[in-house]
């Protein structure tokens, strides 16, 4: 259940249709989006399907997910793309709904919604929106950019997006947190990415940045390194835990390190930068801690001062807790 395994990404990858001098970056296992190359720089693709979310911030959400997939790559926010999937029975207005918030999030941001499709299927069970999100960059940061020695740092806290769909859907599941559940459930900007990495980018402080979505930090961890061929040392100590996270981690047996974190980003920076970098981030708002650095092989979680390996996969808690 989920995002398909490495295996079969891998296959599907390689399964991207006739060739082009123009797409520079093409599907890939381990990033998710598109490179094309263009008169004066380059567009950035990315689509994203969002269900099984609060349907009061189900639009906003959409544009979210698919729009921080393509401001990591550097790319700023400019057309959309939307397709709107509804049960047949579903509320007669839910469709103009979703399309007003998604209308109020793209005015936000500057972009043009130029097509979509909307439609009532008996196949379909809940509602879904699948965005495809197009931006436009000078540089796009890719993982060649990435060296040895480089500082990561984390902006926002882990599992940010998990705490924000159990205060919503299943508020029972964190009994004894009620101000806990006030709290998360009207989080939905933490699960914004954009505007903290179109702050890394135009700062220039950024290398490469990897949202942490499904699979949390231990899938944008191993990604990154898959990507760019090196290693990284985490500092587990340095992550920003919420407590609430860390109980239902032991409650339910899942490593908190792999909580959906939609809106968290890992960020690589030159080790000279990371100080400034993190000031920078910080004066902004944002939560940030630098916590660890790249390596030129092994991958590696620090506790108590002792290396232990990082987990090579990530059983993300969503599909087990919320559902």
């Known amino acids: ?182 709290v998360w459930s009207k989080s939905k900007e933490e699960l914004n990415a954009v505007d903290p990495a179109l702050l890394m980018y135009g700062s220039g402080f950024a290398s490469y940045m990897k949202d942490l979505a499904e699979g949390g930090l231990i899938r944008a961890a191993n990604d990154l390194a898959d990507a760019s061929g090196f290693g990284f040392e985490i500092v587990f100590d340095e992550l920003p835990i919420p407590p609430e996270l860390m109980i239902l981690s032991k409650r339910f047996c899942f490593d908190p390190l792999a909580a959906s974190s939609s809106g968290t980003l890992l960020v690589v920076v030159r080790s000279w930068k990371a100080d400034m970098a993190l000031d920078f981030i910080s004066s902004r708002g944002f939560v940030a801690r630098i916590i660890g650095r790249i390596l030129k092989k092994g991958r590696y979680l620090v506790r108590e001062g002792r290396r232990h390996s990082f987990p090579e996969r990530a059983e993300d808690p969503y599909a087990k807790v919320v559902k």
């Open 1 to 182: 259940m989920g995002k398909a395994s490495r295996k079969i990404l891998e296959i599907i990858s390689k399964l991207s249709g006739a060739e082009s001098e123009d797409v520079v970056l093409g599907p890939h296992p381990c990033i998710d989006a598109g490179i094309e190359k263009i008169c004066g720089g380059y567009r950035v693709y990315s689509v994203d399907p969002t269900f099984s979310v609060p349907l009061k911030d189900l639009g906003y959400l959409a544009f979210c997910f698919s729009f921080s997939d393509v401001a990591v790559i550097g790319g700023k926010p400019s057309l959309m793309i939307n397709t709107i999937l509804l049960p047949v029975d579903a509320d007669e207005r839910l469709e103009v709904k979703i399309a007003e918030q998604l209308d109020k999030v793209a005015r936000r941001y500057g972009v043009k919604i130029i097509a979509g499709h909307t439609g009532r299927y008996s196949c379909v069970k809940e509602p879904v929106v699948v965005s495809t999100a197009i931006g436009f960059t000078k540089k796009p940061l890719t993982p060649d950019n990435i060296l040895e020695g480089d500082s990561l740092i984390l902006i926002r806290p882990l599992g940010s997006e998990f705490l924000y769909s159990l205060a919503n859907l299943r508020p029972e599941v964190m009994r004894s947190m009620d101000a806990s559940i006030a």
